[in-house]
């Protein structure tokens, strides 16, 4: 097969990320694992220090100067965050991880009611897709479970592809209450038709829940213009903390809820007996909140938007396209998801014949490049693949196309060493 | 020569030992590793306290595959108290490679299904 040419990218930042200058036995990292968890650019290391060193104090209780800009920093990093999505401060809701959010959701939601009518009861149905990481399958489960209530699943086809018209019969059955569903899938990468599901699912008088995680770091996201009920993703993938993650909610929906877990902060009032709720959205972040979190989170989405979002998603898309090229020139190799790469977020899951996936991500490691290996908390959607587990590559800002040939060359090094 | 996947660990993996199934048998168990979602599952039979035949079955890594299959030559014609005894050294000084933190489990995977057939315990070999 002729070599294929390394594209142009449109971006260079390799050098705003410390963890790069690190050396494993002399060779420099190779992270293709962003899917998991991305590396933290200076400015978010930065700022989470000066935070700690300079301006720490609890929030929202002090009268004190000190915790007067302990205040100031978490509010300010709530309307960034907000802002970088297009929603708004008060219906954004800081959790610690998109599977809080979502149990949030489950709970807060799912178990409570409006006028006398439970939101979730025997003859209800929630709706989820055969693209879900286990985040967005066992709280529906442990909720339909409880209530009596069916959990349905969208099918995805063979190219990875979920259909709107199974979406538009499932929701003409009319007991549909809640779709839940990733914008990017974890494993096949898709890239879901989210504002058009939501569309069909608020004119169905359904809730829909947008599983951000893969998505909000890697493409523009505006979560109005989706018209997501609610919309969850997380710090750590984006470039920020760990210990953070985002729900976006409708005003309407939110103040109908009840709280999800009680506490300090999410009050407005405690007496003996009873207890009042706290205004939007601190009625859902009951006791200390993650604040130097969130403050290392404000200077994430600042810094990705400093570099344009359209801009990070041409740069992963043109890596995208190339990793799906290069890794073609592997004998054995299969991708699965969409074969075309703008049909995808930056990551490719591959199986290769005679080498378990757990074997490729070490054969990859000794060629100094970190992908990931196993089920990638999905496993109804192994299932139906038909494999057990697949290897993962994918993306971030800080990738370039070396980074792929650097894989290229340790997945073909691999195969040598099994003998094929 | 690499380290870890050495030729008769890859000769293991390809053409593993005492693989398959055994009917009919006296002991079963079935295990996965939830790192992985890799599946290994065993068939005993059993005459006078010892192991008289046993076959594995499932899916999984080079070193999974491999530390069942030289497990098993092993294993058939020991004696069931001795089994209970086995521990996580015995295997991977068995095994005979430096198996990291992260690839343990692979390893052990197999003894935990013995374990779990012959004596019940079902608990990582530590």
Not at chain 1, 45 to 57: K, Q, S, T, Y
Not at chain 1, 280 to 298: H, M, N, R, S, W
Not at chain 2, 65 to 83: F, P, R, T
Request: glycine share 10%.
């Amino acid at each position: 097969m002729p070599p294929v040419a390394s594209p142009t990218t449109s971006l260079d930042v390799k050098a705003d990320f410390p963890i790069f200058a690190r050396r494993f036995d002399g060779r420099e990292l190779i992270y293709l694992d962003s899917g998991a968890t991305s590396q933290k650019p200076a400015v978010v290391i930065d700022a989470l220090a000066e935070h700690l060193r300079e301006h720490n104090a609890n929030v929202h209780r002090g009268v004190y100067a000190l915790a007067q800009e302990a205040d100031a920093a978490y509010d300010g990093a709530r309307r960034r965050v907000a802002a970088f999505v297009g929603a708004s401060p008060r219906t954004t809701v800081f959790t610690k991880n998109v599977t809080e959010a979502i149990n949030l959701l489950a709970y807060a939601w799912g178990r409570g009611g409006v006028a006398g009518r439970a939101n979730v009861g025997p003859g209800d149905a929630i709706l989820i897709t055969q693209l879900e990481h286990h985040a967005n399958i066992v709280p529906w489960q442990m909720l339909c479970r409880e209530r009596g209530a069916q959990l349905r699943y969208l099918e995805v086809d063979e190219r990875g592809e979920l259909s709107l018209e199974q979406l538009d019969a499932e929701l003409a059955r009319g007991d549909v209450r809640l779709v839940a569903f990733a914008h990017v899938s974890n494993v096949l990468g898709t890239i879901v038709p989210v504002a058009a599901m939501c569309a069909r699912i608020r004119a169905a008088g359904a809730v829909s829940l947008v599983d951000g995680a893969q998505a909000v770091p890697h493409m523009p996201v505006d979560v109005e213009a989706i018209g997501a009920d609610f919309y969850a993703w997380t710090g750590h993938k984006a470039l920020g903390p760990t210990g953070i993650g985002v729900l976006h909610g409708r005003a309407e929906v939110m103040e109908e809820m009840q709280p999800f877990m009680t506490g300090g902060d999410m009050i407005s009032s405690v007496d003996f007996q009873s207890a009042e709720w706290n205004e939007l959205p601190y009625k859902f972040e009951a006791g200390t909140p993650p604040i130097a979190e969130a403050v290392g989170l404000g200077a994430a989405v600042e810094y990705l938007s400093g570099l344009e979002m359209e801009r990070v998603r041409a740069h992963e898309l043109a890596l995208t396209a190339y990793m799906l090229e290069r890794l073609g020139e592997v004998p054995g190799l299969r991708v699965v998801g969409p074969p075309q790469a703008e049909r995808r977020g930056g990551l490719a899951s591959f199986t290769i014949e005679g080498i378990h996936p757990h074997d490729v991500a070490e054969l990859a490691d000794r060629g100094g490049v970190c992908i990931r290996a196993g089920h990638h908390c999905a496993q109804p959607l192994m299932r139906c693949l038909g494999v057990g587990a697949t290897a993962r590559a994918s993306v971030g800002v800080y990738n370039e196309p070396a980074d792929v040939d650097a894989l290229v060359d340790a997945l073909l090094a691999g195969r040598a060493v099994f003998g094929l | 020569m690499d380290d870890l996947y050495r030729d008769y660990i890859l000769e293991h993996y390809k053409r593993p030992h005492n693989f398959g199934e055994l009917e009919p048998h006296d002991l079963e168990s079935h295990e996965h590793n939830p790192l992985c979602g890799d599946e290994l599952g065993v068939h005993i039979t059993v005459k006078d306290g010892r192991i008289e035949d046993l076959k594995f079955h499932g899916h999984g890594c080079a070193i999974s595959q491999a530390s069942a299959s030289i497990a098993s030559e092993e294993l058939i014609g020991m004696e069931l108290d001795e089994v209970g005894e086995l521990d996580a050294d015995w295997m991977i000084e068995l095994l005979g490679i430096p198996v990291s933190a992260t690839r343990r489990k692979c390893a052990l995977l197999n003894l935990k299904v013995v374990r779990g057939a012959v004596t019940g315990d079902n608990a990582w070999p530590a």
